[in-house]
């Protein structure tokens, strides 16, 4: 089966720019989860779908931080605008249903200037 | 305030040896844990996973143990190979009928050959 896909693989913007991300879930995975993993720490969660429904977004910074998944498949995370240390890369993960194994994507490299 | 923690940065072991990669929790409500493993540039890949009604899963080479009352799980390795190096993360979640997954820092890994 076809992994986790997400893009851009790498973006570098300047600091107040705004910039999104994009991941397309294994299919039918009803699950689908944003972590972001600052270099030297593991992933943290920002914030868990179930199907196009928020979850848990807890950890997301919803001053500059936003993510929704239409139609319960594709995600967007968008950050607007950009802070420094927002440097990290961003994980999309996916999984059939709450409590099952999630799946990473390989992740998008984020270097602000 | 860590969750979850590997307190070994990292860890060389000899090809054909065992390999033991440690990992401690706080949270006794924690009833989910999981070993990934990432190669640079790559996402996290689930390895092993083990519920708290458990004390032992295997999986090929790989073992997880969990001992509940120290609050501890290990990863066995056996026998070590080349391309096992990598880093490993331990993921904890669970308890109170959540699903959100909190991770270690991570053990970066080198099998020598």
């Known amino acids: 089966e076809a992994g986790v896909a997400q893009s851009p693989r790498y973006k570098i913007i300047e600091k107040r720019q705004s910039v999104a991300f994009w991941c397309n879930p294994i299919?039918?995975?009803?699950?689908l989860y944003w972590y972001q993993q600052i270099l030297g720490q593991g992933p943290k969660l920002l914030i868990q779908f179930q199907n196009n429904g928020v979850v848990d977004d807890s950890q997301l910074p919803k001053d500059r931080f936003s993510a929704e998944r239409l139609k319960g498949v594709d995600s967007t995370l968008k950050i607007q605008p950009a802070k420094l240390e927002d440097s990290a890369v961003y994980l999309c993960?996916?999984?059939?249903?709450?409590?099952?194994?999630?799946?990473f994507g390989d992740g998008t490299r984020l270097s602000i200037l | 305030d860590q969750q979850v923690k590997q307190n070994s940065p990292s860890l060389s072991v000899q090809e054909g040896r065992i390999s033991i990669l440690n990992c401690d929790y706080t949270?006794?409500?924690?009833?989910?844990f999981l070993w990934y493993k990432k190669y640079p540039a790559e996402g996290p890949t689930f390895l092993i996973s083990?519920?708290?009604?458990?004390d032992k899963n295997e999986d090929g080479r790989f073992t997880v143990f969990l001992n509940k009352s120290a609050k501890h799980l290990s990863l066995h390795i056996v026998p070590s190979q080349p391309g096992d190096s990598a880093v490993y993360f331990c993921?904890?979640?669970?308890?109170?009928?959540?699903?959100?997954?909190?991770f270690g820092k991570g053990t970066k890994l080198s099998v020598i050959p």
């Open positions: 949270n006794s409500m924690f009833d989910y």
């Open positions: 993921a904890v979640g669970g308890g109170a009928g959540s699903y959100q997954l909190t």
């Open positions: 993960a996916s999984s059939l249903v709450r409590g099952q194994p999630q799946h």
């Open positions: 299919s039918g995975h009803a699950t």
């Open positions: 083990i519920s708290s009604i458990k």
